[in-house]
């Protein structure tokens, strides 16, 4: 019967807001789980409660929604310690995606267009979006258009990881702007010839 609560509560996942603990609970019946995780099934308020003061710890609601509603016996403070641990790693597996910004103008020479693309590659590694945009000003804004394109698309090649377009190269109102985003299967793809390669060495 362990399996059983093990998948309602994959199903039913344990509520992110405060959890309802002991005299809190509403419900007048509860699935219980044990202290160990044994299946005390469902019992009347009255009897979990006494349950869980039999062994000294509390009643926890952990699945309020589902009928009746699960609760489990244990340490309520252990159980939001071990709640906000899952919280915070979770957290920090989810990395926010923006939209980083490169510039570069018709003048700009092949050292700082190299530091520029790696930069974007570090960019699009993390997961972010690259705005590259050719910066005009004067005489330039009246170049060829294809020309001006052209240099654009020149850096862009110069980006050390493998992209796509997520928006294709304009005219902005500062000059030509493009947007790429990471190609994640070319790029493993890539790393793994890259290593087969050296391997073989």
């Known amino acids: 019967m362990q399996s059983f609560f093990v998948l309602l509560l994959y199903k ?16 007048q019946e509860l699935r219980v789980i044990g202290a160990n995780g044994e299946n005390l099934g469902v019992l009347p308020l009255a009897a979990a409660l006494a349950a869980a003061k039999t062994a000294e710890l509390d009643l926890i609601e952990i699945s309020p929604l589902v009928v009746p509603p699960i609760a489990k016996i244990m340490d309520y403070g252990k159980f939001e310690y071990e709640r906000s641990k899952k919280e915070k790693a979770t957290r920090a597996k989810v990395k926010i995606s923006e939209t980083k910004e490169i510039q570069i ?18 960019w699009l590694a993390e997961g972010h979006r690259v705005r590259a945009e050719l910066f005009l000003k004067g005489r ?8 001006l394109k052209a240099r654009l698309e020149k850096f862009l090649l110069r980006v050390p990881y493998a992209y796509k377009m997520a928006e294709p190269i304009t ?3 500062k000059g030509f702007a493009g947007v790429i ?9 890539r790393n793994k010839e890259l290593k087969q390669k050296n391997e073989n060495q």
């Open 12 to 27: 039913f996942p344990v509520a992110t807001d405060r959890l309802h603990i002991n005299k809190e609970i509403r419900a």
């Open 105 to 122: 103008k018709v003048g700009t020479g092949d050292n700082d267009m190299a530091l520029k693309a790696k930069k974007a590659a570090e």
């Open 140 to 147: 330039y804004k009246g170049m060829n258009e294809e020309f």
């Open 171 to 173: 005219k902005s109102i």
């Open 181 to 189: 985003e990471r190609d994640l299967a070319t790029q493993q793809k």
